[in-house]
């Protein structure tokens, strides 16, 4: 197969339909994304260790390929996903175990140990005035308080409505119409597939009104509903959620001014009430929450300064049902620098009653692309509930200095900053972290550039009824780049955090790894990877997953053509 995909990767870019029908002449592009992974499973069996030290190792190969059929103001889209475990099972007593099972009972599929499945397939149609699409569609309202259903491949999220969408042009306004099923998908591309299992469908259906032009203002309204699946609707057909009783509605106003006075300025507020009994604040019994957010952005001089603000009152419950499926149907800007987020920050970050705010100033210096900037953010955190460790509320300090230079030979980011996390009460202290992460890139001859990777953090957790322990971080990288087609890597990671779920090769707390990758053409990448890298929580555009580790060895080819 990689052979073949070799092959394909030689003649990368996008060919014509010949005929005379509906979509001749169409263009048409395919990207494929194979994996084939080795998992080292720290899992001896009882009686059997020494015999067997490895027998609940196994491996995984996943492919995904994107179809994309485009003629005139037609696009036809399609996602085939297929997984697939080897070595996942073995004879004990004569009887047929499986280490790792695939998939649960209420998956359906011919094979025992693989899944092939139609994740995503939808059909747009754009005319003068209108742009309609039907199958899996992705919508955004605003800053996506209200509504946020995007692809975020960053934590492995590819969460689709499936069911219509509609743009109306009519002047300066536009109209956005929404409505469908939820559509995650099921097999990961990045992270391992193991009992996979039928999510449930949630109904969500939304419009917005943008208003362009009023002088010199953008004013947007919007409004979406919710009906979430319960377990005991397991088995029901999924179209119900539009005949059942609506679990969360949402209303918000937007607000635009691009330039005025020489600023950028931007709001929104969104209310929020719950009919649904378990999005409601559990002690209180309140139904309703709201949630805003503003920004200014100025730029006097040298200078680029942005401004901005949140306040947020139980908008997270919207998330209560699809949280732990791994997504989230909504978010709010959260103004944390996410590559530093901890099991702490997560919290604030999820937050049911947070208000900050968070200044930024980037200065542009004579010399050429070196941007040094400074910021501070301020929250005030009344949450107690969810992953909360404090017992009483807290005041958050973040400052945070860097300097970056891109778009040269010799390029660098360098970030470093320091989070307090005051308790109100003395005797629970407060979280501390301090944090640097950098990247330095640059040229040893015509051919050969380096380029060195570090992040670095220490956390101190205040007092708490369940205490934890103190740890430090510690992630480093060496790339080596060859005429930008072969690139050589070597990882180190560390860390002594008792609440990941992982341990290194080199030993309980270090991990090690390396990786070459060869990109034979721009649109092909071929990458081969072997060693393990520790568990933790990542987060992207405001959401925050718990990823796992990996022990390992990892074939990977991604090409478009």
Not at 156 to 180: E, H, I, M, N, P
Not at 187 to 195: D, F, P
Not at 344 to 369: F, I, M, P, Q, Y
Request: with cysteine.
């Amino acid at each position: 197969m990689i052979v073949a995909a070799l092959i394909f990767a030689g003649t990368a870019g996008a060919v014509e339909l010949e005929g005379d029908g509906l979509l001749a002449g169409a263009s048409v592009q395919t990207t494929n994304e194979l994996h084939i992974r080795y998992y080292r499973m720290a899992r001896p069996e009882p009686g059997f260790e020494a015999q067997f030290p490895n027998l609940h190792d196994y491996v995984e190969q996943v492919d995904r390929i994107n179809l994309l059929i485009s003629k005139d103001s037609l696009t036809i889209g399609a996602t085939v996903d297929q997984v697939a475990l080897f070595s996942n099972r073995y004879i004990l007593d004569g009887e047929m175990m499986h280490s790792w099972p695939l998939y649960q009972d209420d998956v359906l599929s011919p094979f025992d140990d693989a899944l092939v499945r139609l994740e995503k397939l939808y059909v747009q149609r754009r005319f003068s005035a209108v742009e309609l699409a039907a199958g899996d569609v992705y919508a955004s309202f605003g800053r996506g308080i209200a509504l946020n259903i995007v692809k975020n491949t960053d934590v492995d999220v590819d969460t689709s409505l499936r069911g219509a969408k509609a743009v109306v042009r009519a002047g300066q306004s536009d109209l956005s119409f929404v409505t469908g099923l939820s559509n995650p998908q099921w097999i990961s591309v990045t992270n391992a597939n193991l009992s996979i299992n039928q999510d449930p469908r949630h109904m969500v259906s939304g419009a917005r009104w943008e208003r362009f032009g009023l002088g010199p203002v953008n004013a947007g309204a919007h409004a979406v509903v919710y009906r979430f699946a319960r377990q005991e609707d397991e088995g029901k057909p999924s179209l119900l959620r539009y005949e059942e009783p609506l679990d969360a509605q949402v209303a918000g106003l937007t607000l635009e001014a691009p330039g005025m006075g020489g600023l950028d300025l931007y709001a929104e507020a969104d209310y929020f009430r719950y009919p649904g009994a378990e999005l409601r604040d559990p002690e209180t019994g309140a139904d309703d929450a709201y949630a805003a957010y503003a920004s200014v952005a100025a730029y006097p001089g040298r200078l680029a300064l942005l401004l901005e603000g949140r306040a947020s009152k139980d908008s997270e419950r919207i998330n209560t049902f699809t949280t732990p499926e791994g997504w989230e149907v909504a978010t709010i800007p959260t103004l944390e620098y996410e590559r530093v987020i901890t099991e702490d920050g997560a919290a604030a970050v999820n937050s049911n009653d947070l208000t900050g705010a968070r200044l930024r100033a980037d200065l542009r210096t004579k010399w050429e692309g070196v941007v040094p900037y400074a910021s501070v953010a301020a929250f005030r955190d009344e949450d107690l509930g969810g992953v909360h460790f404090n017992t009483s509320p807290e005041t958050i300090g973040h400052a945070m200095l860097g300097v970056s230079r891109l778009g040269h030979e010799l390029l660098f980011r360098l970030n470093a900053g320091y989070r307090q996390d005051v308790r109100d009460e003395a005797a629970e202290g407060a979280d501390e972290l301090l944090h640097f992460d950098g990247d330095v890139h640059f040229p040893l001859s015509e051919h050969l550039a380096l380029e060195l990777a570090s992040d670095a953090k220490r956390f101190s957790w205040g007092n708490n009824l369940s205490q934890q322990t103190d740890f430090g971080e510690l992630s480093n990288s060496v790339s080596v780049y060859y005429k930008e087609k072969l690139i050589g890597i070597l990882y180190q990671d560390w860390s002594d955090n008792e609440l990941i779920q992982s341990e290194g090769n080199l030993s309980k707390d270090v991990y090690g790894a390396a990786e070459i990758r060869y990109k034979p053409n721009s649109s092909s990448t071929l990458a081969l990877f072997y060693g393990a890298y520790k568990a933790g929580i990542r987060c992207s555009g405001g959401q925050c997953r718990q990823l796992p580790g990996f022990d390992g060895g990892r074939l990977s080819f991604q090409t478009t053509f």
